[in-house]
């Protein structure tokens, strides 16, 4: 199929409409105005609408965005709580205790719960009064390089209007050549441009690769008389059930407007247990005596599911190439400390913002000028804040008691600990094989679900509002199916059928005595657990030509 494909140059391309993206288009918009010049600014989102693919409820630390937007609660920032009250319990089998100390990084004074997807539309409305043009729906296929091979010129779009044996549609549109001096990438975790641009640059470390959580999120309305609405709190996090100490992760419940809750269970992609299904987790999470109390009477009116790039400061990939730029999750810029990253992704777009002008101002985007970003991000507070939780990420993945060995040693020698630096291990290689006896338990019946307030996966997807078009390529390219059908079936029990929160991976039996693979992608929620946990690398995630979750109200 040859395609003409029609050009848009521009001077600053960001791929990517999440909070990084859009403080950094502001932040150029801002020196645009101020040094009087003439830039071309866009900003492709692969979401319907900005914000459409920003899950649940968060609680943003205002430091970025004060030093963004001095005024931001003047210009109408959607603030859903002002104020964090903290609550932090350890949850056991049947009970919870108030835990006894809790470090000053985990607490949240002075933070805001925010909606994300709220917020990152308020955001990009400002950038688009500033003069960005942004382009929602549009998804980057592929990266576009200059005549040396290397030097990134921009991004072509997804072509759509493509049917599933990849023949044009009458509603056929040929992807646009994006052009720009600087390409801004803030895909957010597990970028499918990005992997690309690592082949062909190599911008990971084999010995620190970035490591992953997935949070399943909800918003939940109670009602009006809720004990828990009624209580000073609004954050509350917890760690240990259902996840115990073998396995990193915890849950939360945040106070949004009205009668809403976000609430939700982040699971390390690092665990080990085959038959572990987070989405289950969450479930019994729910419905673990002291959450249920709080979210008694509720009803879910949204779903989603969402990785973080949580390995932190140690797993930061290289943040510039001759015409390109990083920001974001995409950076690893989260701290796992806090499990905050939206302040140090804005941070990051910013500062990467200020090293596009002042490159563009010298006529030279290679990356020897460009790596004032690297620098501008070592001399910044996201330094500051994220090099002392180096090892973090490492110590909360030991099993047991160990993690808090670790975790007190860091925190009494500057993150430093027993080991500086603790070995990062990527998280696809960590699953065991699954217990020949285990096979059957694939087929227990999930923690009780009521179709309200404990919803099953099918009616999560629906609450996520995901939608794509049935008619187009698959977008989960499958390296070697017998790999599925026979090797992972045997030795783990294929987990991407419990991992996946979409419930997009199904063995069949079809027919009987056939053991096939049969993939649902229009469920595809777009968190990227697949190609992250699947242990026999051997799935990859590309973007659709549109659609995906649509989160509204978290
Ligand atoms: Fe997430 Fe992959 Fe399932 Fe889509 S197919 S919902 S990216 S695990």
């Known amino acids: 199929m040859t395609t003409q494909h029609e050009e848009m140059p521009l001077d600053v391309l960001f791929v990517g409409g999440g909070p990084a993206n859009l403080a950094g288009a502001i932040r150029l918009m801002q020196l645009v105005q101020e040094k009087n010049l003439e830039i071309e600014v866009g900003l492709i989102e692969k979401g319907d609408a900005i914000g459409a693919h920003c899950l649940s409820g968060a609680i943003v630390d205002p430091r970025a965005l004060a ?16 104020r964090c009250t903290d609550q932090f319990r350890f949850l056991t089998v049947g009970g919870s205790f108030s835990m006894p100390y809790t470090p000053p990084y985990m607490h949240n004074a002075g933070c805001h719960v925010i909606s994300l997807s709220r917020f990152c539309r308020w955001l990009a409305e400002i950038a688009e009064e500033m003069g960005v043009m942004i382009f929602p729906g549009f998804a980057g296929g592929e990266i576009l390089y200059g005549e040396d091979g290397r030097t990134v010129t921009g991004v072509r779009t997804v072509d759509k209007g493509v049917d599933r044996n990849g023949e044009k549609k ?12 600087v ?17 062909k640059l190599g911008l990971f470390s084999d010995n620190a690769p970035q490591t992953f959580e997935t949070a399943v999120k909800e918003v939940i309305e109670l009602p009006a008389d809720s004990a828990f609405l009624a209580s000073d709190t609004t954050v509350v996090h917890t760690l240990g059930y259902p996840l115990g100490l073998a396995t990193k992760g915890g849950g939360f419940l945040y106070r949004m407007q009205g009668n809403r809750i976000a609430c939700g269970l982040v699971v390390g992609l690092d665990y080990r247990d085959s038959m572990l299904e987070p989405y289950r987790a969450f479930l019994q999470y729910k419905h673990h005596p002291f959450i249920a109390d709080m979210i008694q009477g509720g009803k879910v009116i949204q779903q989603g599911a969402k990785t973080l790039s949580s390995g932190g400061y140690l797993t930061m990939p290289r943040l510039a190439v001759d015409g390109a730029l990083i920001v974001g999750d995409s950076a690893s810029m989260l701290n796992p400390q806090r499990l905050k990253g939206i302040h140090t992704a804005m941070k990051s777009g910013m500062l990467a913002a200020e090293a596009t002008v002042s490159a563009i101002e010298k006529d030279d985007t290679s990356e020897k000028i460009l790596a004032q970003y690297p620098a501008s991000v070592s001399r910044s507070w996201i330094h500051a804040e994220n090099y002392p939780a180096r090892n973090f990420s490492q110590a909360l993945s030991k099993p047991g008691l160990a993690k808090f060995i670790h975790i ?12 500086d630096p603790m070995p990062i291990e990527a998280d696809w290689p960590t699953l065991k094989p699954m ?5 059957d338990a694939q087929a227990a019946t999930p923690p009780g679900v009521d179709g309200t307030l404990y919803v099953d996966k099918l009616t999560g997807v629906y609450l996520s ?7 187009q390529p698959c977008h989960l390219a499958i390296g070697d199916l017998r790999i599925c059908e ?7 029990g294929n987990p991407c059928t419990r991992f996946c929160p979409g419930s997009v991976y199904e063995i069949i039996d079809d027919p009987p005595g056939n053991r096939q693979l049969k993939l649902n992608p229009s469920n595809c929620l777009h968190c990227k657990t697949c190609e992250i946990k699947d242990p026999y690398q051997n799935i990859i995630w590309n973007c659709p030509e549109g659609g995906g979750p649509n989160y509204t109200v978290g």
């Open 465 to 471: 509002g995901t939608q794509h078009e049935e008619d």
């Open 435 to 439: 217990p020949a006896d285990k096979r």
């Open 67 to 82: 030093e963004l937007l001095p005024d931001y609660r003047q210009k109408g920032c959607p603030l859903e709580q002002e």
């Open 486 to 492: 026979e090797k992972c079936y045997e030795k783990y």
């Open 170 to 181: 009458s509603n056929f549109e040929p992807g646009v050549d994006l052009t720009a001096r």
């Open 183 to 199: 390409t801004i990438f803030g895909e957010g975790p597990k970028g499918s441009l990005l992997r690309e641009l690592h082949r």
């Open 408 to 419: 007190a040693a860091q925190h009494l020698t500057g993150g430093r600990g027993f080991k």
